[in-house]
């Protein structure tokens, strides 16, 4: 549908810019579905496309069947799930406290979780990790009570931290730079409470914690992947619905008051469901560094600064980014061992120090 | 249009800024706010929209109670030009379909497109409409926060310093475009300046603050070199040069005096 020889000029060009986003959109969809088949495909145990086809549609049964939808469609649904969310809350956190550096991975909230959660582990008894981790399986070893207490313990956590950030960044008027060397504290400080937890913890629930902590996408089941997708969607429309006044935000806050945004409402609120978006995520899959830094990044020099645009490039980003970078980890070391954790850590560090030395994309 | 403050006060903790400011504009009508450093115009500007909560006193739309109304119907009806324009990477017309952003429920209309449009055409803002903001000057900085103001489609247009950062070109340029938009669209506009002379030059009534208290508050051909002297503490001639009003600064008055 172009714009037609009586289109004003201001339209047209708008015409052309949204042909082109939904041109890199479509992209990107494309993109994460290549991921998508090459993960199903490829790996230790190798599968031909006829033989996925066939499992997928339910003709084929045996080995194949397994593999696909017990191990890898499994683990890329966490991947695209987990890699959504961490986009949006990094997205989320970046734009409500006006900070470039600030994501749930710098600013503690995701290391916040993972305390929660290992004193849940420990304390309580809540999951019982190592042994299905340590042989190399996936699945089957959650009961609800212990996804709970996890899940409530790891919350517990991120919104401790996420709570002293907000009071940090608004009450004290924190600079950018300092909220995230306040994030740098609070990090070492749940890190210091999970080393406490090891230190009093059995050598089993030690490695229990140690293991989960690593942030990996190959533990999940679908009940798990099921419950971060249910809270991850409302949480998505969410900031969508608020994409004006996020927009409205950044360009300051004083033109957001007078823009008729309710700004303090609406930080407190979205930094809560960042808050229980990463903490859901990490107590299912252990912390994934620096994801929540690289995805909206990476979308803002896609699309420019629009949330309307952002929220969905950040989202999907996050899914394809951490989708990539699980199956590389199979692919590289074979065994399907290396935590997607470790690779985004590689990717997202470099990015980081770029990004201080730039002192910033704004 | 008409807005009112009566008995208008704001602290910032424990140090008040305002202590019972009386204004009063209507439609059609340019308010200049003058004053020192401190005076209170800035934080004046944001308790008439109520970014600012009162510590005593009320603003009165069209007799309705700023208070009682939701902040988004406020922004319907009155625009904010803040001091400062923050560095921002959204595209011009972005932007200024912010001003939209009280009128959206969800999504921006075709009508909220034309608005957008209207507003940029208007300024002559059309060649920049792909522009990132932080990629324009002060001048044309200001005039999409103008083009935004307008996009709210408001009754009153709330302006804190608009010209501090501007030259001398786009001063009075940026002048000459709000006082034809007032007369044209039969708005009201309330202005912080420091620019006596162009204060002159722009307004209709004029508002001296002092120390959170209005001094005087007269239309701009009744304004005396007295009442600046008391405000600023500078002597000052008041003057006209080729029909337009000037205020020129002759010393700094005596501490005694």
């Avoid at chain 1, 940090?168 to 609070?186: C, E, T």
């Avoid at chain 1, 994801?291 to 990476?298: D, S, W, Y």
């Avoid at chain 2, 208070?67 to 923050?86: G, K, N």
């Avoid at chain 2, 940026?174 to 009201?188: E, N």
């Amino acid at each position: 549908m172009g714009p037609g020889p009586s289109t004003p000029p201001v339209l047209a060009g708008f015409n052309q810019q949204r042909r082109w986003v939904l041109v890199k959109g479509l992209l990107l969809l494309a993109a994460t579905v290549l991921a998508a088949y090459l993960a199903v495909v490829l790996g230790a145990f190798d599968l031909t496309p006829g033989a996925v086809l066939g499992a997928l549609l339910g003709r084929e049964e045996g080995r194949a069947a397994l593999v696909v939808w017990g191990i890898r469609l499994p683990r890329i649904a966490a991947s695209l799930v987990m890699g959504w969310s961490l986009g949006l809350a990094g997205l989320g956190t970046m734009s409500l406290l006006k900070n470039p550096l600030a994501s749930p991975f710098t600013l503690g909230i995701s290391q916040g979780a993972a305390f929660g959660a290992a004193l849940a582990i420990v304390a309580f008894g809540a999951g019982n990790l190592g042994a299905p981790a340590l042989a190399g399986q996936s699945g089957g070893y959650w009961s609800l009570a212990n996804a709970y207490l996890l899940t409530g313990c790891a919350m517990l956590g991120s919104l401790a931290v996420t709570a002293v950030i907000v009071l940090l960044a608004r009450v004290r008027k924190m600079s950018p730079q300092a909220v995230i060397l306040a994030g740098v504290a609070l990090s070492s400080l749940s890190l210091s409470g999970t080393i406490l937890v090891q230190y009093l913890a059995s050598e089993v629930e030690v490695a229990a914690v140690v293991f989960w902590t690593f942030g990996d996408v190959a533990r999940s089941t679908w009940r798990e992947i099921g419950l971060l997708a249910a809270a991850a969607l409302p949480i998505t429309v969410y900031f969508l619905r608020h994409r004006w006044d996020l927009n409205a935000m950044n360009a300051g806050e004083d033109l957001a008051l007078g823009l008729g945004v309710e700004v303090e409402r609406v930080r407190l609120t979205g930094m809560l469901l960042c808050g229980l978006l990463v903490a859901l995520g990490t107590a299912f899959h252990g912390v994934v560094a620096f994801l929540g830094l690289l995805a909206p990044h990476i979308a803002r020099r896609l699309v420019g600064a629009d949330h309307g645009l952002l929220i969905p490039f950040s989202c999907l980003l996050g899914g394809l980014l951490l989708l990539l970078a699980d199956t590389a980890g199979r692919l590289l070391v074979g065994s399907g061992s290396l935590p997607v954790g470790v690779l985004t850590s590689f990717l997202g560090a470099p990015l980081f120090l770029y990004l201080l030395l730039k002192g910033g994309p704004r | 249009m008409i807005l009112e403050a009566q008995d208008l006060r704001c602290a910032y903790g424990q140090r008040a800024v305002l202590k019972g400011v009386n204004l009063k504009v209507g439609s059609g009508q340019i308010m200049a706010v003058l004053g020192g450093n401190g005076a209170g115009k800035s934080t004046l500007l944001k308790c008439l929209n109520r970014i600012l909560p009162l510590a005593g006193g009320e603003v009165r739309l069209d007799g309705m109670d700023l208070a009682r109304m939701p902040r988004h119907q406020i922004a319907r009806r009155i625009a904010y030009l803040p001091q400062r324009q923050e560095p921002d990477q959204l595209t011009v017309f972005d932007s200024v379909l912010l001003g939209r952003r009280p009128h959206i429920a969800w999504s921006a209309s075709r009508r909220d497109h034309r608005v957008v449009e209207e507003c940029l055409e208007s300024l002559g803002l059309v060649h920049l409409a792909w522009r990132r903001m932080d990629q324009l000057s002060g001048g044309e900085a200001q005039k999409v926060a103008l083009a935004r103001a307008l996009a709210q489609e408001p009754a009153l247009l709330l302006m804190d310093e608009p010209t501090s950062s501007l030259d001398l070109h786009n001063q009075l340029e940026w002048a000459d475009l709000v006082w034809s938009l007032v007369r044209r669209r039969g708005l009201a506009a309330v202005v912080a300046l420091h620019d006596l002379s162009l204060a002159l030059r722009l307004a209709d009534r004029l508002a001296l603050l002092k120390n959170g208290k209005v001094h005087s508050d007269c239309p701009v051909n009744e304004l005396d070199e007295a009442a600046i002297a008391q405000v600023y503490g500078v002597r000052v001639r008041l003057t006209t040069v080729e029909g337009w009003p000037a205020v020129v600064p002759l010393g700094l008055m005596e501490k005694s005096a």
